[in-house]
């Protein structure tokens, strides 16, 4: 199943915002144009979904709905997502539609929740199930989604399943390589820092060792001198560890665990299993961080070589970056490009096919980076030559 | 009327962008290039394609290689769009700002004698210098050292190897965008004397 489509109303950094997917989506703009909340309104569906979520754990996670409306949002404090998913990108109707529109609800001395309007889900165009909440009652019914309840949802269950094996990666070294770290991130199922040693502990030995002898031949070539990266658990304790032998002057070689791999031997590694592990859509942060910019020029097309799975279906990656090397690849498509630029009020997102602009430099040969980096640079950065020093 | 401004380094790109808002009043910046350094030469038949829908103004070094040999090289025979600016710079773009005598003496504080002015390059009134290094070098090794100001004489001086001082753009920035004066510097600069009447031709 592929996300064909996404539609956001009062949603963060986006009034109003339309945009169609394909196999691989560079979201780029400057910062904070909503690159992260983008993929956050991708992760509010999952959050929805997944075992001890739920609507409300979705929407309280993000500080309740005053945090995730549009700030510029005035009258209609509704915030609003839907979702298409489709078999194919040339499908005429989406296969399924979904959604999700609520505000606010509760406050004073009751907690404060947030409150579903309208929940609308389509099959192939025609609606199969849907629900408004026109008068705004606050009761229970109208706190919990269908798309939640193994009751509900029987008859869309493919959403459901789609929404639960998206793949969220956003590897920080630091957390991984502290040991308290198991305190903050331990509950949270996304792959920040500890659990991405969760995550490969979990995986089937067999599997986990033939992920692991692709991420070694990637590694060899990639961090020098690193001879094998190898899955062990203490034997003590069953924590978790990655261990790394390097070739070095020592006869039998230097062994080192995670709190001693550089951030960016952390990264890589991450960012590796991540390709490699799962089918559902995948959506990586940022994976240039602290990568070489050798190593980052190969990841888009590393991507499209591991995107398309063993059964044939298609593994969708959206990834936000700053990167020109990530995106100096003339194999990115220009429906796979999507530019974020801000105005006063908000961000305006739009597919790089859709930016004249964009195709007039890509036409002219222009590689995909030196097409899009400039048209989001923010203006007048000259201006941080003007700054004082007191 | 949009221009998209190419320039090897930021400075370059300021001084193109005081030139425009100065002689093209009308006349905004789409874009700033290249998305990173040492692009120019090999984008710029590209640029030169991209000229048919966008004024583009491109000003680059001498780099020892005189303009129409340039033109040749880089070109490689193609003809240069209409709305296709190319301006080379006498020697490096900074020449441009060391024109400005006066202003470029007040600004960073240094005597207006030691400031060459007019030497003779071939019949032409041009800055130039009879020594081993460009202007961007020649103003950080032999001009800001006899600076009055100390934090001229910091944020300018090289350290060892680098090829500008620590914070050249930050000195470079607000002398191009608040005290240089074109009408001054052209007058000891035929290469920007020439390259503001073409931008003025451009945008009238």
């Given at each position: 199943?592929?996300?064909?489509?996404?539609?956001?109303?009062?949603?963060?950094?986006?009034?109003?915002?339309?945009?169609?997917?394909?196999?691989?989506?560079?979201?780029?703009?400057?910062?904070?144009?909503?690159?992260?909340?983008?993929?956050?309104?991708?992760?509010?569906?999952?959050?929805?979904?997944?075992?001890?979520?739920?609507?409300?754990?979705?929407?309280?996670?993000?500080?309740?709905?005053?945090?995730?409306?549009?700030?510029?949002?005035?009258?209609?404090?509704?915030?609003?997502?839907?979702?298409?998913?489709?078999?194919?990108?040339?499908?005429?109707?989406?296969?399924?539609?979904?959604?999700?529109?609520?505000?606010?609800?509760?406050?004073?001395?009751?907690?404060?929740?947030?409150?579903?309007?309208?929940?609308?889900?389509?099959?192939?165009?025609?609606?199969?199930?849907?629900?408004?909440?026109?008068?705004?009652?606050?009761?229970?019914?109208?706190?919990?989604?269908?798309?939640?309840?193994?009751?509900?949802?029987?008859?869309?269950?493919?959403?459901?399943?789609?929404?639960?094996?998206?793949?969220?990666?956003?590897?920080?070294?630091?957390?991984?390589?502290?040991?308290?770290?198991?305190?903050?991130?331990?509950?949270?199922?996304?792959?920040?820092?500890?659990?991405?040693?969760?995550?490969?502990?979990?995986?089937?030995?067999?599997?986990?060792?033939?992920?692991?002898?692709?991420?070694?031949?990637?590694?060899?070539?990639?961090?020098?001198?690193?001879?094998?990266?190898?899955?062990?658990?203490?034997?003590?304790?069953?924590?978790?560890?990655?261990?790394?032998?390097?070739?070095?002057?020592?006869?039998?070689?230097?062994?080192?665990?995670?709190?001693?791999?550089?951030?960016?031997?952390?990264?890589?590694?991450?960012?590796?299993?991540?390709?490699?592990?799962?089918?559902?859509?995948?959506?990586?942060?940022?994976?240039?961080?602290?990568?070489?910019?050798?190593?980052?020029?190969?990841?888009?097309?590393?991507?499209?070589?591991?995107?398309?799975?063993?059964?044939?279906?298609?593994?969708?990656?959206?990834?936000?970056?700053?990167?020109?090397?990530?995106?100096?690849n003339q194999g990115i498509g220009s429906d796979e490009l999507i530019v974020l630029r801000t105005d006063s009020e908000s961000t305006q997102a739009q597919i790089g096919s859709e930016v004249k602009e964009i195709r007039d430099y890509l036409d002219k040969g222009f590689s995909p980076a030196e097409a899009v980096i400039p048209y989001v640079a923010p203006k007048q950065v000259e201006q941080l030559s003007l700054l004082k020093e007191d | 009327m949009d221009f998209i401004i190419v320039g090897e380094d930021i400075a370059t790109r300021e001084i193109i962008k005081r030139l425009i808002s100065q002689y093209c009043s009308h006349a905004a910046i789409l874009r700033e290039e290249p998305a990173r350094g040492s692009e120019i030469q090999a984008q710029i038949r590209r640029y030169n394609m991209l000229a048919e829908s966008y004024p583009i103004f491109v000003l680059t070094d001498e780099d020892g290689e005189c303009p129409p040999n340039k033109i040749q090289s880089w070109f490689g025979g193609d003809i240069i769009a209409p709305q296709m600016l190319f301006r080379v710079a006498v020697d490096e773009a900074e020449s441009w700002l060391l024109a400005d005598h006066s202003g470029f003496s007040n600004y960073f504080r240094i005597a207006n004698e030691e400031i060459p002015l007019s030497a003779v390059r071939g019949n032409e009134k041009e800055v130039s210098f009879s020594i081993r290094y460009k202007t961007s070098l020649f103003i950080m090794l032999e001009l800001v050292p006899k600076s009055r100001s100390a934090s001229v004489r910091e944020q300018l001086t090289p350290r060892n190897r680098a090829h500008k001082g620590p914070a050249y753009n930050s000195a470079m920035v607000p002398f191009i965008i608040n005290k240089w004066n074109p009408e001054m510097a052209r007058q000891n600069s035929s290469s920007l004397d020439r390259a503001i009447i073409r931008l003025l031709e451009f945008c009238s």
């Open positions: 199943m592929l996300m064909t489509k996404i539609i956001l109303k009062n949603w963060k950094n986006f009034q109003d915002l339309e945009l169609p997917f394909r196999e691989r989506a560079f979201i780029v703009g400057p910062n904070a144009s909503g690159k992260s909340n983008l993929l956050d309104a991708i992760r509010f569906m999952r959050d929805i979904v997944k075992q001890a979520g739920g609507f409300q754990y979705a929407v309280a996670r993000r500080g309740g709905v005053a945090k995730i409306r549009c700030l510029s949002a005035r009258q209609d404090s509704n915030a609003t997502l839907e979702i298409h998913l489709s078999h194919s990108f040339s499908d005429v109707h989406p296969e399924w539609q979904y959604r999700l529109s609520f505000r606010h609800a509760g406050g004073g001395i009751r907690r404060s929740e947030g409150l579903i309007l309208e929940e609308v889900i389509c099959k192939q165009g025609e609606i199969i199930g849907e629900r408004h909440n026109t008068d705004s009652i606050e009761e229970d019914d109208w706190k919990f989604t269908l798309l939640e309840q193994p009751v509900s949802n029987k008859k869309f269950r493919e959403i459901y399943d789609f929404f639960k094996d998206i793949q969220y990666l956003h590897v920080v070294p630091q957390l991984i390589r502290e040991a308290d770290s198991y305190v903050l991130t331990s509950g949270r199922e996304d792959f920040y820092g500890r659990n991405l040693l969760e995550a490969m502990a979990k995986k089937n030995a067999n599997t986990r060792e033939s992920y692991f002898n692709r991420i070694n031949q990637f590694l060899k070539i990639a961090v020098p001198q690193l001879e094998e990266m190898k899955f062990v658990s203490d034997q003590k304790t069953g924590i978790p560890h990655l261990q790394a032998t390097y070739k070095h002057w020592r006869a039998k070689g230097a062994k080192q665990q995670e709190k001693q791999f550089s951030d960016g031997t952390l990264r890589l590694v991450g960012f590796l299993w991540a390709i490699l592990d799962g089918s559902g859509l995948l959506l990586l942060e940022e994976p240039e961080l602290y990568l070489h910019s050798a190593i980052i020029k190969q990841m888009a097309e590393y991507i499209a070589r591991f995107q398309r799975k063993r059964d044939k279906s298609l593994r969708q990656v959206f990834i936000t970056t700053h990167s020109y090397e990530l995106l100096d | -």
